[in-house]
């Protein structure tokens, strides 16, 4: 792909060379190489970009006093240079061919697979089952019975879906996840001590645009639903309980658990190992930090702090608070220690 034609999708500034380079893939500054693209955020990065043998580098306009030092290098300025370079990766990686439906795959009875949908060996895909046009299903999955799948979709191998899931466009489900499966509900007798499941029998909806990670489980409304929001991203071992409503765009990070019929609210951000009670409802554009956690029941929101706020800690509240709370207890302690050495 020219450079010319990358532009015309993605805008961008070009002030140095022609737009007829030619780019094959991206890369990090040390393998750049003569088809790559590299990008710089900062002042030394630049310098290093400019001095590599990338064929054009994205970066943000004034980080670099001067192009003069690699004439032979094209140079495209933008405002946001890592999501210039990230979108540009996406449109300079091939998409897989289609390769059919192997031999050894399970197809079950009335299941729809649309034109060029490939189906790898020993997947299974139930009856009544359905995959959009250009949808990869890899080795080993396992497809229930009337699940839809969308468009342009990827299914890694070992992914288990189950029935009553439904996938929007473009979404990507990495090897070992299960979607769908039963929610841990269950009541208890209070005579003899034993537990019953309550009924796990709702749906599972995922919407256009978003990616699961590797054996990550998200499972399905216990009477109603589980939805999980346009463009959302999850990490690897997550967990998100049954009729949880996890809004768009949201960053689920690893290890991190989600108990049932929670909120999340559009553009959270969830970072690694937070734990999230039952019933919470978490507002939109709320960052949890590494750890925090909330109990059952509880509502965060961004309300009363800066943008950008960052809470931590179990209840989950503001850093600086948390510094206060940490250096007053070290204090009292530091105090009473001294009390008793006297």
Known sequence: MTLAELMEKLG????????????????????????????????????????????????????????????????????????WFARAAKLLHPELPCEGIHPAAV?????????????????VIGKG????????????????????????????PRVVIYPGTTIGDRVIVHAGAVLGADGF???????????????QQGTLVIEDGVEIGANSTIDRGAL???????GTKIDNLVHVGHNCEIGEDVILVALTGISGSSAIGKGALL?????????????????????????????????????????YGT??????????EQAVLARLAKNRGAGTRD
């Not at 089952?129 to 890694?156: L, Q």
């Not at 509900?185 to 009924?199: C, I, K, L, M, S």
């Not at 509240?317 to 510094?323: E, F, G, I, T």
């Open 129 to 156: 089952a359905r995959a959009g046009e250009r949808s990869r299903i890899d080795a080993g999955a396992v497809i229930g019975e009337g699940v839809r799948i969308g468009k342009h979709c990827h299914i890694y």
């Open 315 to 324: 209840p989950a509240r503001p850093l600086k608070q948390v510094l206060r």
């Open 185 to 199: 509900g269950y009541v208890r007798d209070p005579e003899t001590g034993a537990y019953t499941q309550f009924p």
């Open 107 to 123: 197809i079950g009875e009335g299941a729809e697979l649309l034109e060029s949908v490939t189906v790898g060996a020993h997947a």
């Open 12 to 83: 961008g500034r070009l002030v140095q060379r022609g737009a007829a380079q030619n780019l094959s893939a991206v890369s990090s500054l040390q393998t750049a190489h003569s088809a790559s693209l590299v990008f710089a955020e900062d002042e030394t990065t630049a310098a290093k970009a400019l001095a590599s043998a990338a064929a054009a580098v994205v970066l943000k306009p004034g980080v670099a006093a001067s192009y003069a030092s690699n004439p032979s290098i094209a140079v495209i300025e933008s405002e946001q240079p890592r999501l």
């Open 224 to 230: 109603g639903e589980t939805r999980i929001g346009r």
């Open 271 to 311: 970072a690694g190992q937070v734990g999230i009670g039952d019933h919470v409802r978490i507002g939109p554009g709320v960052i949890l930090g590494g750890q925090a956690g909330v109990f059952s029941g509880a509502t965060v929101t961004n309300e009363g702090l800066k943008p950008g706020t960052v809470l």
